[in-house]
């Protein structure tokens, strides 16, 4: 009875736990269900029709992309992965208590991540990675201690990583990259023993790579390219033998490869930290890591050449060491190639932009024929093109631009049928345009500009039928412009056939470029009358005719280029009148139609009522607002001749009665009227836009500071820019902004600093603030390049020549090609500032002044005067109270020119007293010319490419000291104490594009001093 009495009870107790768990089951499957279709709520978007299988005719369970627990029913997974749905996450999401992995990878989701996923305990996998979630990572996921994987890459997440993150101990993947997070990475990551993959590229992320990261001894894929971090690469990291993928790209890394990174990543695959600051030489040890795939340093400074061993590595397919210093421009440079022909697997190899020099070995046609990607374009080789190099039959990209090859581009390139992009600009390649490139359907890019082709355009060029981008400008083409490459209609970029011989008329099939941004057939010899089919090119935006001898009109068909910017027509035999349509085209900004036989009146309004942005000069014919007054046909009575006289007297004697009033109302409204030029100047930009692109005028966006405001680093729409704020609390500062617009409102010149826009608004605390918007120069400026101690940022004897011209034909453009001429009053180093290619473009327009005509005299005087510029470059008239002139920049840039070539600045400690630079280099010159020019000279005199060039081929090197002399002489002469005796800046850029000529003449003609 006892034993009957147990068993029944044992019974009785098991019935309630099964009804207690069928009841819990049945109420967590509405709960599940319910959440479920809270979800199925916030979906905006189902092109699939994937939510119309969650509903009622069937289980929860078995509806699409949700999996549950076979024991409990309740859900489990949800897996909706790239099922192109749009919708957000419901806070409901909690309560699937069971759910152990969520994957909505590669759909839309939106909106800010609950809170609440940190109540899903049970949680293991969370993937929300390619959608576009906002707001901060949840705080709450601490609470999901089971998480092994959290993939929430390529959203809009942004804030720091949450400290309360630290506490997910078993954390096997943490992926974040491709969101906008901010702050540092966090040393406590390297606690998380178990991580294997880590992704934080493409944040924001600054400081240093921590330390702590060298714990992760499990850790295989490590990924923070994109990134602001600085410091060097930690070595407890680099002793991480589990990693395979190691990618640091795109920071601000700087130290030296580890010379046994192959020994102690045995395992790597991929090996890339492209775009930092990486020195030293590429190591030797790389060729035992033999998984190695991708090796990919391109823009650093690295140096010595590519190691031959590297041949062992069978599965590259990706070599890129672009924008290095590898090389030393020596015969041979290229011999590594030879060994390269082994890597099989080879798709990319960038060598462009390097000190490679010596010929290109016949070799290079041994190259793996998978090869893609082949750049060596912007070192020292010269040489021909081997014909081999017809055995790359999968090339997509050759770039050879920037060499000094010579003779024939061979036929055989006509075979390399998969081509995309063929670069062979700037060399010194002769002979004709082979035919063969017809047969290169696939080209989108052909440029051969600034060569020494000669001969005819082929028209087979007209196959290339899907060619977007053409450049033959440059050359000694001759013959007409074939039919077939003029009526290219996939031409949508730019077609230029500028500065050639062409003759004859332009095809009427010009008209097929209908999606052309960019025509450009100035400097020839073409003929007969503009085509009225240029009219259906509705998508110019440039067109360049000029210097050419077309006829006729204008034609009238050209009213329909809507979208025009830039115009010009001068120096041709173009007559009749300038068509009205001209002023209605609102898009038009720069016109040019000097030179021309035009008649008749000028139009009025558009862009003829900027005269800075018109030119008309050389039409004798032509009368107007700013021109002699057009006047009737009709021969006048002699009653109207005397009623003229008479009005004539008036005019006359009122004139000489209000000049004095006319005068004092110009002086005092000047102010008033500038002010309203700099607020008028253009649709500017707002207070909250500029801190948007600044991030808060951010410590670390500060570029540089001046007298009147501070320069931060921007990004606006996509581009990088700068922004200089005014302080406006300094006295001056105001003055300032209205002064740099109204200088830079009307000017355009390919080295002036670009102004984009402007503000003039009000803070966040209500302040008035003002600042302009210029493109941004990233190469910085002058000063850094010449006053500095980086090794990476030195220029030699041609880059300053360059240079120097740059600022030159800014100043000539200033004072004598702007409609009122201008006066910088500020010329130093710090306001010339340098861009990518080494272009120097002149800034810092606060000071400067438009000089006015004087009516009784010859010459300009200025407006107003005063002391103005920079201690150590004023010219010393001003000092005692002369006036601002033209001939004062010209002595700026004779004490620029002399620091330049002295890297002394005026205001060195050893100018005391009557030494002054000016004079310093004065007794110098000649005998003891090298005696003060800058020490880097004498070491760059060895690395210079074009002087190696001739070392190469003479055995000996270039005496530098006759082209130092010459320029010193020039500075000396511009930097004279009397005005009178300065160099005007038009003579100064011819006589030094004179000598640069001379430098980069014939060989022959060079004094070679051979070496011992």
């Given at each position: 009875?006892?034993?009957?009495?147990?068993?029944?009870?044992?019974?009785?107790?098991?019935?309630?736990?099964?009804?207690?768990?069928?009841?819990?089951?049945?109420?967590?499957?509405?709960?599940?269900?319910?959440?479920?279709?809270?979800?199925?709520?916030?979906?905006?978007?189902?092109?699939?029709?994937?939510?119309?299988?969650?509903?009622?005719?069937?289980?929860?369970?078995?509806?699409?992309?949700?999996?549950?627990?076979?024991?409990?029913?309740?859900?489990?997974?949800?897996?909706?992965?790239?099922?192109?749905?749009?919708?957000?996450?419901?806070?409901?999401?909690?309560?699937?208590?069971?759910?152990?992995?969520?994957?909505?990878?590669?759909?839309?989701?939106?909106?800010?991540?609950?809170?609440?996923?940190?109540?899903?305990?049970?949680?293991?996998?969370?993937?929300?990675?390619?959608?576009?979630?906002?707001?901060?990572?949840?705080?709450?996921?601490?609470?999901?201690?089971?998480?092994?994987?959290?993939?929430?890459?390529?959203?809009?997440?942004?804030?720091?990583?949450?400290?309360?993150?630290?506490?997910?101990?078993?954390?096997?993947?943490?992926?974040?990259?491709?969101?906008?997070?901010?702050?540092?990475?966090?040393?406590?990551?390297?606690?998380?023993?178990?991580?294997?993959?880590?992704?934080?590229?493409?944040?924001?992320?600054?400081?240093?790579?921590?330390?702590?990261?060298?714990?992760?001894?499990?850790?295989?894929?490590?990924?923070?390219?994109?990134?602001?971090?600085?410091?060097?690469?930690?070595?407890?990291?680099?002793?991480?033998?589990?990693?395979?993928?190691?990618?640091?790209?795109?920071?601000?890394?700087?130290?030296?490869?580890?010379?046994?990174?192959?020994?102690?990543?045995?395992?790597?695959?991929?090996?890339?930290?492209?775009?930092?600051?990486?020195?030293?030489?590429?190591?030797?040890?790389?060729?035992?890591?033999?998984?190695?795939?991708?090796?990919?340093?391109?823009?650093?400074?690295?140096?010595?050449?590519?190691?031959?061993?590297?041949?062992?590595?069978?599965?590259?397919?990706?070599?890129?060491?672009?924008?290095?210093?590898?090389?030393?421009?020596?015969?041979?440079?290229?011999?590594?190639?030879?060994?390269?022909?082994?890597?099989?697997?080879?798709?990319?190899?960038?060598?462009?932009?390097?000190?490679?020099?010596?010929?290109?070995?016949?070799?290079?046609?041994?190259?793996?024929?998978?090869?893609?990607?082949?750049?060596?374009?912007?070192?020292?080789?010269?040489?021909?093109?081997?014909?081999?190099?017809?055995?790359?039959?999968?090339?997509?990209?050759?770039?050879?631009?920037?060499?000094?090859?010579?003779?024939?581009?061979?036929?055989?390139?006509?075979?390399?049928?998969?081509?995309?992009?063929?670069?062979?600009?700037?060399?010194?390649?002769?002979?004709?345009?082979?035919?063969?490139?017809?047969?290169?359907?696939?080209?989108?890019?052909?440029?051969?500009?600034?060569?020494?082709?000669?001969?005819?355009?082929?028209?087979?060029?007209?196959?290339?039928?899907?060619?977007?981008?053409?450049?033959?400008?440059?050359?000694?083409?001759?013959?007409?412009?074939?039919?077939?490459?003029?009526?290219?209609?996939?031409?949508?970029?730019?077609?230029?056939?500028?500065?050639?011989?062409?003759?004859?008329?332009?095809?009427?099939?010009?008209?097929?470029?209908?999606?052309?941004?960019?025509?450009?057939?100035?400097?020839?010899?073409?003929?007969?009358?503009?085509?009225?089919?240029?009219?259906?090119?509705?998508?110019?935006?440039?067109?360049?005719?000029?210097?050419?001898?077309?006829?006729?009109?204008?034609?009238?068909?050209?009213?329909?280029?809507?979208?025009?910017?830039?115009?010009?027509?001068?120096?041709?035999?173009?007559?009749?009148?300038?068509?009205?349509?001209?002023?209605?085209?609102?898009?038009?900004?720069?016109?040019?139609?000097?030179?021309?036989?035009?008649?008749?009146?000028?139009?009025?309004?558009?862009?003829?009522?900027?005269?800075?942005?018109?030119?008309?000069?050389?039409?004798?014919?032509?009368?107007?607002?700013?021109?002699?007054?057009?006047?009737?046909?009709?021969?006048?009575?002699?009653?109207?001749?005397?009623?003229?006289?008479?009005?004539?007297?008036?005019?006359?004697?009122?004139?000489?009665?209000?000049?004095?009033?006319?005068?004092?109302?110009?002086?005092?409204?000047?102010?008033?009227?500038?002010?309203?030029?700099?607020?008028?100047?253009?649709?500017?930009?707002?207070?909250?836009?500029?801190?948007?692109?600044?991030?808060?005028?951010?410590?670390?966006?500060?570029?540089?500071?001046?007298?009147?405001?501070?320069?931060?680093?921007?990004?606006?729409?996509?581009?990088?820019?700068?922004?200089?704020?005014?302080?406006?609390?300094?006295?001056?500062?105001?003055?300032?902004?209205?002064?740099?617009?109204?200088?830079?409102?009307?000017?355009?010149?390919?080295?002036?600093?670009?102004?984009?826009?402007?503000?003039?608004?009000?803070?966040?605390?209500?302040?008035?603030?003002?600042?302009?918007?210029?493109?941004?120069?990233?190469?910085?400026?002058?000063?850094?390049?010449?006053?500095?101690?980086?090794?990476?940022?030195?220029?030699?004897?041609?880059?300053?020549?360059?240079i120097a011209i740059d600022i030159g034909c800014a100043l000539d453009y200033l004072h004598h090609d702007c409609e009122t001429s201008i006066v910088h009053c500020d010329l130093k180093?710090?306001?010339?500032?340098?861009?990518?290619?080494?272009?120097?473009?002149?800034?810092?327009?606060?000071?400067?002044?438009?000089?006015?005509?004087?009516?009784?005299?010859?010459?300009?005087?200025?407006?107003?005067?005063?002391?103005?510029?920079?201690?150590?470059?004023?010219?010393?008239?001003?000092?005692?109270?002369?006036?601002?002139?033209?001939?004062?920049?010209?002595?700026?840039?004779?004490?620029?020119?002399?620091?330049?070539?002295?890297?002394?600045?005026?205001?060195?400690?050893?100018?005391?007293?009557?030494?002054?630079?000016?004079?310093?280099?004065?007794?110098?010159?000649?005998?003891?010319?090298?005696?003060?020019?800058?020490?880097?000279?004498?070491?760059?005199?060895?690395?210079?490419?074009?002087?190696?060039?001739?070392?190469?081929?003479?055995?000996?090197?270039?005496?530098?000291?006759?082209?130092?002399?010459?320029?010193?002489?020039?500075?000396?002469?511009?930097?004279?104490?009397?005005?009178?005796?300065?160099?005007?800046?038009?003579?100064?850029?011819?006589?030094?594009?004179?000598?640069?000529?001379?430098?980069?003449?014939?060989?022959?003609?060079?004094?070679?001093?051979?070496?011992?």
């Amino acid at each position: 009875m006892e034993f009957c009495g147990f068993t029944n009870l044992l019974m009785v107790i098991c019935c309630c736990i099964s009804i207690s768990i069928s009841h819990g089951s049945s109420l967590g499957n509405v709960t599940d269900r319910l959440a479920l279709l809270d979800f199925k709520n916030l979906i905006t978007h189902d092109p699939l029709q994937i939510m119309t299988s969650w509903n009622d005719s069937v289980h929860f369970c078995n509806w699409t992309g949700v999996s549950c627990n076979p024991i409990y029913n309740r859900v489990q997974l949800l897996n909706l992965k790239s099922l192109k749905l749009t919708g957000s996450i419901p806070p409901s999401i909690a309560n699937l208590t069971y759910l152990t992995g969520i994957n909505f990878i590669n759909n839309s989701f939106s909106g800010q991540l609950p809170q609440h996923l940190g109540r899903l305990l049970r949680l293991q996998h969370l993937n929300l990675t390619y959608n576009s979630f906002t707001g901060k990572i949840p705080t709450n996921l601490t609470h999901c201690k089971q998480l092994t994987v959290i993939e929430c890459s390529y959203n809009n997440l942004v804030g720091d990583i949450p400290v309360q993150l630290r506490s997910l101990s078993n954390l096997v993947v943490l992926g974040l990259g491709g969101n906008n997070l901010t702050g540092t990475i966090p040393s406590w990551i390297g606690n998380f023993s178990n991580l294997f993959g880590l992704s934080l590229a493409l944040n924001n992320f600054h400081g240093n790579i921590p330390d702590e990261l060298g714990k992760l001894s499990g850790l295989g894929f490590f990924q923070l390219y994109g990134n602001y971090l600085t410091g060097t690469v930690p070595s407890s990291i680099y002793n991480l033998s589990s990693i395979y993928y190691f990618s640091v790209t795109q920071n601000q890394l700087h130290g030296q490869l580890p010379a046994d990174i192959g020994l102690k990543f045995p395992s790597l695959r991929v090996f890339a930290g492209g775009v930092n600051n990486f020195t030293g030489s590429i190591p030797v040890s790389l060729a035992n890591a033999s998984a190695l795939e991708v090796i990919d340093f391109a823009q650093n400074a690295l140096t010595g050449t590519i190691p031959t061993n590297l041949q062992r590595l069978q599965s590259l397919y990706r070599l890129n060491f672009d924008e290095n210093n590898l090389g030393n421009w020596e015969i041979g440079g290229l011999n590594f190639l030879t060994s390269l022909s082994n890597c099989t697997s080879l798709e990319v190899l960038g060598l462009g932009r390097n000190r490679f020099g010596g010929e290109l070995p016949s070799s290079i046609g041994n190259l793996s024929t998978q090869l893609k990607i082949l750049t060596i374009g912007k070192n020292g080789i010269h040489g021909s093109i081997p014909v081999e190099i017809e055995n790359l039959v999968n090339l997509g990209l050759l770039g050879f631009e920037g060499n000094l090859l010579t003779g024939n581009v061979p036929a055989v390139i006509g075979k390399l049928q998969k081509l995309e992009g063929l670069h062979l600009n700037y060399n010194r390649f002769s002979g004709s345009i082979p035919s063969s490139l017809g047969n290169l359907t696939r080209l989108t890019r052909l440029f051969m500009e600034e060569n020494r082709f000669g001969g005819s355009i082929p028209a087979t060029l007209g196959n290339c039928k899907n060619l977007q981008n053409l450049n033959l400008s440059s050359n000694n083409l001759n013959g007409s412009i074939p039919k077939e490459v003029i009526g290219l209609s996939s031409l949508s970029i730019s077609l230029v056939m500028s500065n050639n011989a062409l003759t004859g008329s332009i095809p009427f099939e010009v008209g097929k470029l209908d999606t052309l941004t960019e025509l450009d057939l100035s400097e020839n010899q073409l003929s007969g009358e503009i085509p009225t089919s240029l009219g259906s090119c509705i998508s110019l935006e440039v067109l360049h005719l000029e210097g050419n001898e077309f006829e006729g009109t204008i034609p009238e068909s050209l009213k329909d280029l809507r979208g025009v910017a830039e115009v010009d027509l001068s120096r041709n035999n173009l007559s009749g009148k300038i068509p009205e349509f001209l002023s209605k085209l609102l898009s038009l900004r720069n016109l040019n139609l000097s030179y021309n036989d035009f008649e008749g009146e000028i139009p009025e309004g558009g862009i003829f009522a900027n005269t800075s942005a018109i030119s008309v000069m050389g039409n004798a014919k032509l009368c107007g607002e700013v021109l002699p007054k057009c006047s009737s046909k009709k021969k006048p009575n002699s009653l109207i001749q005397t009623l003229v006289i008479l009005a004539t007297l008036l005019v006359i004697f009122v004139i000489v009665a209000v000049c004095s009033v006319a005068i004092f109302i110009e002086r005092n409204s000047r102010k008033k009227h500038q002010q309203a030029s700099a607020e008028n100047w253009q649709a500017g930009i707002s207070f909250a836009e500029l801190k948007r692109a600044t991030d808060g005028f951010s410590e670390q966006n500060l570029i540089g500071f001046g007298s009147f405001g501070s320069v931060y680093k921007g990004v606006i729409d996509g581009k990088t820019v700068a922004v200089k704020v005014m302080k406006l609390e300094q006295k001056g500062a105001s003055k300032s902004f209205v002064d740099e617009c109204n200088a830079l409102r009307n000017i355009r010149h390919r080295n002036l600093l670009k102004i984009i826009t402007l503000c003039s608004a009000v803070d966040d605390h209500g302040n008035d603030f003002k600042a302009l918007v210029f493109e941004f120069m990233s190469n910085g400026s002058l000063d850094e390049w010449l006053h500095n101690n980086n090794n990476n940022k030195r220029l030699n004897f041609i880059q300053r020549l360059n240079i120097a011209i740059d600022i030159g034909c800014a100043l000539d453009y200033l004072h004598h090609d702007c409609e009122t001429s201008i006066v910088h009053c500020d010329l130093k180093p710090s306001n010339v500032l340098v861009d990518e290619d080494m272009t120097g473009h002149v800034g810092d327009f606060g000071l400067a002044k438009f000089l006015f005509q004087d009516p009784l005299k010859d010459d300009h005087v200025i407006m107003s005067v005063g002391l103005k510029g920079s201690i150590g470059y004023i010219p010393p008239e001003y000092g005692v109270g002369g006036e601002v002139s033209i001939v004062g920049d010209a002595y700026s840039y004779g004490i620029l020119l002399l620091e330049m070539f002295t890297g002394k600045r005026p205001t060195d400690e050893m100018f005391k007293g009557d030494l002054t630079i000016h004079n310093y280099v004065g007794m110098a010159l000649p005998e003891h010319a090298m005696d003060v020019i800058d020490p880097i000279l004498l070491v760059e005199e060895e690395e210079d490419d074009e002087i190696q060039e001739k070392a190469i081929i003479h055995g000996g090197r270039i005496n530098l000291e006759e082209y130092i002399i010459s320029v010193m002489t020039i500075g000396l002469s511009c930097s004279s104490r009397l005005p009178e005796n300065r160099l005007g800046m038009d003579l100064v850029v011819n006589k030094l594009h004179h000598l640069k000529n001379s430098f980069l003449g014939s060989n022959k003609t060079k004094k070679i001093i051979h070496v011992n």
